[in-house]
């Protein structure tokens, strides 16, 4: 079993409705993060949280909220979404220090049409 | 201000040729450098870290502080190393979080 899993895989849905993009790690790490990837653009850090009582915005996080449901769950929502949402999403966790890395989940494809 | 330059887009070499990723960054304290590598259709996976000094894959990749750079080489390219590479920035401000550089595809051909 994969130690951060993303669902769903793929995703295309309409411009305004709301969709959430979930991640689950059984890393026991306490820190998780969403990022983006666009081309040319690399991975931009979308929200991040340090532990369930520790939401933080990162430098994208416009148009987009997030829950810590547990350590091991962080979701990310589109309240209402937009064509140029449409881009690679992946979740990381890491532990406190970061120094190890980051574990990435293999990715949410989405597609606002 | 924080931040990772890779300024190449594309790097295109022919199996068995030297290779050398740039990567620059930008950043007031003392940082903690990554590369992480991305093959077609997989996740990101970390390869290797200044911190501990090691080779991975034939990678090494060296801290240059007076030229703030954490350029990735390999003196022999192989077919497989053609994947997707990001050098990424931590620090103490950042408080774990990584800051990412743009990416540059390396496409090593037969």
């Known amino acids: 079993d994969a130690d951060v899993t993303q669902t769903p895989r793929n995703r295309i849905t309409k411009t305004g409705k709301r969709i959430m993009l979930e991640c689950s790690q059984t890393?026991?790490?306490?820190?998780m993060y969403w990022y983006r990837q666009d081309p040319g653009l690399g991975l931009r850090l979308i929200y991040y949280?340090?532990?369930?009582?520790?939401?933080n915005k990162g430098e994208i996080s416009d148009g987009y909220s997030v829950s810590r449901q547990a350590q091991a769950k962080f979701s990310l929502s589109l309240e209402s979404a937009i064509p140029n949402q449409t881009a690679l999403y992946f979740c990381?966790?890491?532990?406190?220090?970061?120094?190890?890395?980051?574990?990435f989940g293999s990715g949410t494809r989405l597609t606002v049409v | 201000a924080q931040r990772v330059t890779q300024p190449e887009k594309l790097l295109s070499v022919f199996k068995g040729a030297p290779v050398e990723l740039k990567c620059n960054y930008s950043y007031s304290g003392s940082p903690e450098l990554f590369w992480y590598v991305q093959y077609s259709r997989q996740r990101l996976q970390l390869l290797l870290r200044h911190i501990s000094r090691e080779s991975i894959k034939g990678f090494t990749a060296d801290l240059n502080k007076g030229e703030t750079s954490f350029h990735l080489k390999k003196p022999f390219a192989q077919e497989e190393d053609s994947a997707m590479y990001y050098c990424a920035l931590s620090g103490s401000s950042n408080t774990g979080k990584l800051i990412f550089g743009q990416g540059t595809t390396l496409q090593v051909k037969p």
């Open positions: 949280s340090f532990d369930v009582k520790d939401i």
């Open positions: 890393k026991g790490h306490d820190r």
């Open positions: 990381a966790t890491s532990d406190w220090t970061g120094g190890d890395g980051y574990t």
